[in-house]
């Protein structure tokens, strides 16, 4: 009977530390174990409304779209967005991330349940160069770090996204 007893004890205590919930993967119980998060990063509104899609390749299996309302340029001199990653079956992915025009990137929080998990103690990581799973090259290269130089204002970047590129990119340096 004490066995009994310390067993749903423990089994109480991983569901109460969110261990047991089936509606999160791996990945995101460990992003939420990870620390604290970036001081003065605010978390936009979860997105809401009408989303702009961009191009990242005709061999993903999903489509990629930006918030326009999350874009916005932090003082440290980063692009900040939310990026939603929908799957030809309609799942979403949702992160809320920033892009350094110096090539690399970082994800602060994970879209869940309509609102936000942060990701804590995340690094900025660099922007390799891929032929696949490459939507941080796309927004770095074509939209949001042109030749390495940061979009002047948010809306910049979103005439960006809405054109198909910033009118300073080479089409014919893309690769897909």
């Keep these: 009977m ?3 007893v310390l067993a749903a004890l423990m089994l109480g205590a991983a569901l109460a530390a969110g261990q047991g919930n089936p509606r999160k993967s791996d990945s995101e119980r460990e992003y939420e174990m ?8 605010a ?15 005709s061999a993903s299996s ?7 309302q999350s874009v916005s340029l932090g003082a ?7 990026l939603v990653a929908r799957s ?11 892009m350094r025009c110096d090539g690399s990137y970082r994800v602060f929080a994970i879209g869940n ?12 990581r660099r922007i390799e160069p891929r032929s696949v799973q490459r939507w941080h090259n796309e927004l770095y290269l074509r939209y949001f770090c042109v030749d390495g130089i940061i979009i002047r204002s ?23």
């Design 2 to 4: 004490k066995r009994l």
């Design 34 to 41: 990870r620390g604290r998060s970036e001081p003065g990063v």
């Design 43 to 57: 978390l936009p509104a979860p997105p809401a409304g009408e989303l702009i899609e961009f191009f990242v390749s």
């Design 62 to 68: 999903f489509r990629f779209f930006i918030d326009p």
């Design 76 to 82: 440290d001199g980063a692009v900040r967005y939310t």
């Design 88 to 98: 030809r079956s309609g799942a979403e992915n949702v992160s809320y991330e920033g």
């Design 113 to 124: 349940d309509g609102g936000w998990s942060v990701i804590r103690q995340s690094e900025w």
């Design 154 to 176: 948010p809306e910049e970047g979103l005439n960006a996204l809405r054109r198909g590129g910033r009118p300073d990119f080479n089409n014919s340096e893309r690769a897909n």
